[in-house]
């Protein structure tokens, strides 16, 4: 690792939406398309607007109107009935006006008419009488009985009389108007005889409740929307169930731990993928143990013959002459430099075995602190702030492994900046340790993989820039080795800090792990 200063670059949030919430929004979302095609064909098909507006419900309620009006009007005089109008029209969110013929407003509000409520109204169709007598009924005053002798009603002339002759209604002028044809007030007279008719005018459908009422169709909404909620949450939750898992093993995969497995039972496309994710990771754990054991073995055979080199280097120093010291001094160095790479590797090989899982024990983290410092940073400016009686559950030398390199990237490239800080906080059952510098920092792009075997920031592998890039490498290895997880970040005032999180002990004394 060669950090180096460059600026810093945010990333975004990504705005996260559950599928259970898109699926869902989908679903009503064509459930409303289709509703609504299949609403507006039916109603430029076949004309519904009368039939919407005036269900069987809504009839009744405007017909029980009706029957109000002609009773009010029959019990009391004619003077009072702009008044009786307007304390029912007032009751039901409705203006009302009761009309003759020629659209003449025989009491209530004036209303402005439109088109097609003119020609609901009867009109004075005036045809030649055969012979003397008295008038024709369709040209009386419906609220006046007619004079003269009464003819013999027919037997229903009682029923027929009292009975509400037409109910009509419709949208026009931008308001919805209701027609009722009541019976001639007051009744005596034949039952043919006309009689007046009840107009209403209500400004918004949702305004009255006398003709389609849409709350309880939003009620009806809603209901279906629960239910569908409901009826769909099992097979959306499990889809989404499998996925998070698949999600998580991923991660974990990606992160280095091959030993998850996700469920495969699924006889469709998930259980399919969830077996190749499997495979995938049972293929990846043994190319990546093997990898790890063939550069330990490889490691292991190299030291012999660097112990041997630097035995004959030794035994040449003291036979060759002085002019050629300084010769032999370079290649002792580079076979120092071999050897630092060989144990590198080693310790990388090592640390990567699951065999060290049986030697975690409880950690006192002071002691393993100290030691890393006196061992890697003597003389440096170290600021050391842990919890008092700090116990992790890991495997010593590999912490103390992991701490030592830590500190020495810390040194080397960010100790002439300010001092280190170590410090270790407690976050639920697990204890951080962090290791801060003050130094510049690593570029954002390169933070995902500063625990890449091999890794640099810098590509230069000179002596002065620093080793090959397996510090960090073997730091990862060692915590992962503890059951532990790192992280690496920038700081906002500059700097990196690098983030062990291991498994707090939960019994100091009894060295339980929690």
Same mark, same amino acid.
């Given at each position: 690792?060669?950090?180096?200063?460059?600026?810093r670059t945010s990333r975004k949030r990504r705005w996260f939406i559950p599928?259970?919430?898109?699926?869902?929004?989908?679903?009503?979302?064509?459930?409303?398309?289709?509703?609504?095609?299949?609403?507006?064909?039916?109603?430029?098909?076949?004309?519904?607007?009368?039939?919407?507006?005036?269900?069987?419900?809504?009839?009744?309620?405007?017909?029980?109107?009706?029957?109000?009006?002609?009773?009010?009007?029959?019990?009391?005089?004619?003077?009072?009935?702009?008044?009786?109008?307007?304390?029912?029209?007032?009751?039901?969110?409705?203006?009302?006006?009761?009309?003759?013929?020629?659209?003449?407003?025989l009491a209530g509000a004036t209303l402005d008419l439109p088109a097609q409520?003119?020609?609901?109204?009867?009109?004075?169709?005036?045809?030649?009488?055969?012979?003397?007598?008295?008038?024709?009924?369709?040209?009386?005053?419906?609220?006046?009985?007619?004079?003269?002798?009464?003819?013999?009603?027919?037997?229903?002339?009682?029923?027929?009389?009292?009975?509400?002759?037409?109910?009509?209604?419709?949208?026009?002028?931008?308001?919805?108007?209701?027609?009722?044809?009541?019976?001639?007030?007051?009744?005596?007279?034949?039952?043919?005889? @006309?009689? =007046?008719?009840?107009?209403?005018?209500? $400004? *918004? /459908?949702?305004? #009255?409740? +006398? !003709?389609?009422? @849409?709350? =309880?169709?939003?009620?009806?909404?809603? $209901? *279906? /929307?629960?239910? #569908?909620? +409901? !009826?769909?949450? @099992?097979?959306?939750?499990?889809?989404?169930?499998?996925?998070?898992?698949?999600?998580?093993?991923?991660?974990?995969?990606?992160?280095?731990?091959?030993?998850?497995?996700?469920?495969?039972?699924?006889?469709?496309?998930?259980?399919?993928?969830?077996?190749?994710?499997?495979?995938?990771?049972?293929?990846?754990?043994?190319?990546?143990?093997?990898?790890?054991?063939?550069?330990?073995?490889?490691?292991?055979?190299?030291?012999?013959?660097?112990?041997?080199?630097?035995?004959?280097?030794?035994?040449?120093?003291?036979?060759?002459?002085?002019?050629?010291?300084?010769?032999?001094?370079?290649?002792?160095?580079?076979?120092?430099?071999?050897?630092?790479?060989?144990?590198?590797?080693?310790?990388?090989?090592?640390?990567?075995?699951?065999?060290?899982?049986?030697?975690?024990?409880?950690?006192?983290?002071?002691?393993?602190?100290?030691?890393?410092?006196?061992?890697?940073?003597?003389?440096?400016?170290?600021?050391?702030?842990?919890l008092e009686l700090t116990e992790v559950v890991a495997v010593p030398s590999?912490?103390?492994?992991?701490?030592?390199?830590?500190?020495?990237?810390?040194?080397?490239?960010?100790?002439?900046?300010?001092?280190?800080?170590?410090?270790?906080?407690?976050?639920?059952?697990?204890?951080?340790?962090?290791?801060?510098?003050?130094?510049?920092?690593?570029?954002?792009?390169?933070?995902?993989?500063?625990?890449?075997?091999?890794?640099?920031?810098?590509?230069?592998?000179?002596?002065?820039?620093?080793?090959?890039?397996?510090?960090?490498?073997?730091?990862?290895?060692?915590?992962?080795?503890?059951?532990?997880?790192?992280?690496?970040?920038?700081?906002?005032?500059?700097?990196?800090?690098?983030?062990?999180?291991?498994?707090?002990?939960?019994?100091?004394?009894?060295?339980?792990?929690?």
């Amino acid at each position: 690792m060669n950090p180096s200063p460059t600026p810093r670059t945010s990333r975004k949030r990504r705005w996260f939406i559950p599928m259970y919430a898109k699926v869902l929004l989908l679903f009503f979302l064509n459930i409303l398309v289709v509703a609504g095609g299949l609403f507006w064909l039916l109603r430029s098909t076949y004309d519904l607007d009368r039939h919407l507006l005036l269900d069987r419900a809504a009839r009744e309620r405007v017909m029980r109107l009706g029957e109000s009006v002609r009773k009010e009007m029959q019990n009391k005089p004619r003077e009072s009935w702009g008044a009786t109008l307007q304390q029912l029209g007032a009751d039901h969110q409705v203006t009302l006006a009761l009309y003759g013929r020629e659209n003449l407003v025989l009491a209530g509000a004036t209303l402005d008419l439109p088109a097609q409520i003119r020609e609901i109204l009867p009109r004075n169709d005036r045809r030649p009488r055969p012979g003397p007598g008295p008038p024709r009924f369709d040209e009386e005053d419906p609220l006046e009985a007619p004079p003269g002798p009464r003819p013999n009603p027919p037997a229903n002339a009682a029923e027929a009389a009292g009975s509400i002759r037409g109910v009509e209604a419709l949208e026009a002028g931008g308001a919805y108007w209701i027609v009722l044809r009541l019976p001639p007030i007051p009744p005596q007279g034949p039952p043919e005889r @006309p009689g =007046p008719v009840l107009v209403g005018r209500i $400004g *918004a /459908l949702g305004e #009255s409740a +006398l !003709l389609f009422n @849409p709350k =309880p169709w939003y009620f009806a909404g809603l $209901g *279906a /929307l629960l239910v #569908s909620s +409901l !009826l769909w949450f @099992p097979l959306v939750r499990n889809l989404t169930n499998t996925l998070g898992q698949m999600k998580h093993a991923t991660a974990q995969i990606a992160g280095g731990n091959f030993n998850i497995l996700v469920n495969e039972q699924r006889h469709d496309e998930l259980g399919d993928l969830g077996a190749s994710i499997n495979a995938m990771s049972e293929r990846l754990s043994g190319f990546v143990h093997g990898q790890k054991r063939f550069l330990g073995d490889i490691a292991h055979e190299l030291c012999s013959p660097l112990a041997r080199m630097e035995m004959a280097l030794g035994i040449l120093e003291q036979k060759v002459p002085d002019d050629l010291q300084s010769r032999l001094g370079d290649v002792r160095e580079e076979v120092r430099e071999m050897s630092e790479l060989v144990s590198e590797l080693l310790s990388f090989a090592k640390a990567g075995f699951d065999g060290v899982n049986s030697l975690r024990e409880v950690v006192s983290l002071g002691s393993v602190v100290q030691s890393a410092i006196a061992r890697e940073a003597p003389g440096a400016d170290v600021r050391v702030d842990l919890l008092e009686l700090t116990e992790v559950v890991a495997v010593p030398s590999l912490l103390g492994r992991a701490l030592g390199n830590l500190l020495r990237n810390a040194v080397r490239y960010a100790g002439s900046f300010g001092a280190i800080e170590i410090s270790a906080q407690c976050s639920g059952d697990m204890v951080e340790i962090s290791v801060a510098d003050q130094g510049p920092g690593v570029p954002e792009e390169d933070l995902p993989k500063l625990f890449d075997p091999f890794f640099r920031s810098d590509p230069s592998r000179t002596r002065e820039t620093g080793g090959v890039g397996l510090g960090l490498a073997i730091v990862k290895a060692c915590v992962d080795a503890c059951g532990g997880s790192v992280t690496a970040a920038n700081q906002p005032e500059g700097g990196l800090v690098v983030t062990i999180s291991l498994q707090a002990a939960s019994d100091p004394k009894s060295g339980d792990a929690a």
